[in-house]
């Protein structure tokens, strides 16, 4: 549907800085949410999409950028997980440690000696 421009819009958007063939943001952004813009090379849409937060449709399946791993990528990686997880147990023992250990108590014997040490020196 053609919409027809009439003298209050035109004066309105004159007002505001925009001429006819311009495109406000949220007219960018509606184009972009409805799908894949014919007009735009894929990295122009990409650009377009990050400076505009535009999300991709639902439908639209992502792009991987990524190549695949290698094996000896595959076993270092396993090698870290495995390594981070075992760190995360250790860490979990060692506060569970500290909240088990006791409070040293104050004695009034040991508080004693200390004061009558003191008093020698």
């Not at 569970?96 to 020698?120: F, G, M, N």
């Amino acid at each position: 549907m053609d919409t027809m421009l009439t003298k209050k819009t035109a004066t309105l958007r004159g007002a505001q800085g925009e001429r006819a063939g311009d495109v406000n943001e949220a007219a960018a952004q509606a184009a972009l949410r409805r799908g894949p813009t014919r007009e735009l090379a894929p990295d122009e849409e990409r650009v377009m999409r990050m400076r505009l937060g535009a999300s991709p449709p639902r439908a639209t399946p992502l792009e991987r950028v990524a190549a695949p791993y290698t094996d000896l990528e595959i076993e270092v990686l396993a090698v870290e997980i495995e390594a981070h997880l075992r760190w995360k147990e250790h860490q979990a023992t060692v506060a569970a440690r500290a909240a088990t250990r006791v409070a040293p108590q104050h004695s009034r014997t040991k508080e004693k000696i200390v004061r009558a040490l003191r008093k020698k020196a």
